[in-house]
Each structure stands twice: as C-alpha cells, then as structure tokens.
C-alpha cells in the first residue's frame, strides 16, 4: 500500500508497523481517529463492548459506579436512591423517608402517619411505640401523648381521650387511671379527679 489507515473511534494501535488495529478492551473507550490508547471510563459511566467501544455508557438510574474502567454498574442499596444518570454514588434516603428497594430510581418512600425516621440511609420506618403517635407523613419523630390522652398501641396516629370517671396526670402513658374511691369526673380527657361534695360518695 501507498498509505496507511488510520485506526477508527473504538479501536487503537500501541506499536509500528502493524497489521490491523485492536478494539478498545471492556472498560474503555476511544471516540477519535489514530489513537494509541483507549481512555479509561470514568466514575459513573461504563463499557462492556468486546468490540471497541466509541463512548462509554453512563450509568442508569438507581445504579452508580465509583470505579473507573468499570465494565458495568451496581444497583443502589436499599435506604439509597439514585435519580440521575451517570452518577458515581447513591443518594441517601432523607430523615422522613425509607426503602427497602434496591436500584431505586426515585426519592424514598415518606414515612406514613404512626411512624418515623430520625437518620438518613433507613430500610424501614420505625413505629412509634406506645404512648406516642404521629398524625403527620414524612415526620423524623413521634410526640408523646398530653396528660388525659394515652395510647397502648404502637405506630398510633393518634392518642385516646380518658373517659368519664377516668384520668391521667402524666403524659405519654399508655392507660388511664380510674378515679379513687370519694372523687369522680364527667368528662373525658382529664388530669384528675374532683372530692365529692359533702352529703355524697363515690365507688370504684
């Protein structure tokens, strides 16, 4: 021949006087003409091609890679997420939020009324336990039930009001206390008991 050819995007030629070129091994890639080497892919993106690859690929969402000269991406672990494409890490789940999915492609679930989450990165939201609750979505904590209310339940979404002839001075309680013998209450939701008035009783 009166010339040589020049070595086309996804392949490359390292030494003179040869042959042929070689394709971009797997990791790699080469967008240019007469090339030498085949440049490494960067963080977030990858090349799986046994046939010389032009460009590497970015990654999908809800995977990542952190590594250069990767030939493929990982899913995101659950309590992450990924949205965007390309990228080298996942996103943690915010205070509120949760997922047990892994390769999530969206923002985690928010947390429903009756539980919560406090750190980033949680699988689950966490209930909250008795004598609490959480009337709200997307809520990093639970609030204690007010004195007269009380809540036996875990992941409440609301606390119950003593009855009549019950009450409750403290908060975060669980039950509600029946008056003692001599007092008594007729309405609901209560701190204490009224002394009957002289001239009448009361029994448990």
């Given at each position: 021949?009166?010339?040589?050819?020049?070595?086309?995007?996804?392949?490359?030629?390292?030494?003179?006087?040869?042959?042929?070129?070689?394709?971009?091994?797997?990791?790699?890639?080469?967008?240019?003409?007469?090339?030498?080497?085949?440049?490494?892919?960067?963080?977030?993106?990858?090349?799986?091609?046994?046939?010389?690859?032009?460009?590497?690929?970015?990654?999908?969402?809800?995977?990542?890679?952190?590594?250069?000269?990767?030939?493929?991406?990982?899913?995101?672990?659950?309590?992450?997420?990924?949205?965007?494409?390309?990228?080298?890490?996942?996103?943690?789940?915010?205070?509120?939020?949760?997922?047990?999915?892994?390769?999530?492609?969206?923002?985690?679930?928010?947390?429903?009324?009756?539980?919560?989450?406090?750190?980033?990165?949680?699988?689950?939201?966490?209930?909250?336990?008795?004598?609490?609750?959480?009337?709200?979505?997307?809520?990093?904590?639970?609030?204690?039930?007010?004195a007269g209310t009380?809540?036996?339940?875990?992941?409440?979404?609301?606390?119950?009001?003593?009855?009549?002839?019950?009450?409750?001075?403290?908060?975060?309680?669980?039950?509600?206390?029946?008056?003692?013998?001599?007092?008594y209450v007729e309405?609901?939701?209560?701190?204490?008991?009224?002394?009957?008035?002289?001239?009448?009783?009361?029994?448990?």
């Amino acid at each position: 021949m009166s010339y040589c050819i020049q070595c086309t995007p996804g392949f490359y030629q390292p030494q003179q006087g040869q042959s042929q070129c070689l394709p971009c091994p797997i990791g790699t890639a080469n967008s240019l003409y007469s090339q030498s080497i085949c440049t490494s892919c960067i963080s977030g993106r990858y090349s799986n091609s046994t046939i010389g690859a032009i460009d590497c690929l970015p990654c999908s969402i809800g995977q990542y890679q952190s590594s250069s000269g990767s030939t493929n991406c990982i899913d995101c672990l659950s309590g992450n997420y990924q949205d965007l494409i390309g990228q080298s890490i996942c996103k943690l789940c915010s205070v509120g939020t949760a997922s047990n999915i892994t390769g999530l492609n969206s923002t985690c679930l928010n947390c429903y009324p009756g539980s919560f989450s406090s750190l980033p990165g949680q699988t689950n939201c966490d209930l909250c336990i008795s004598g609490q609750f959480n009337s709200l979505y997307k809520q990093t904590s639970c609030q204690s039930c007010i004195a007269g209310t009380v809540q036996y339940r875990n992941g409440s979404e609301s606390c119950d009001n003593c009855l009549a002839g019950t009450y409750q001075s403290n908060s975060a309680q669980l039950y509600c206390n029946p008056c003692p013998t001599g007092s008594y209450v007729e309405a609901s939701a209560q701190t204490q008991c009224l002394l009957c008035a002289i001239g009448k009783f009361s029994k448990n």
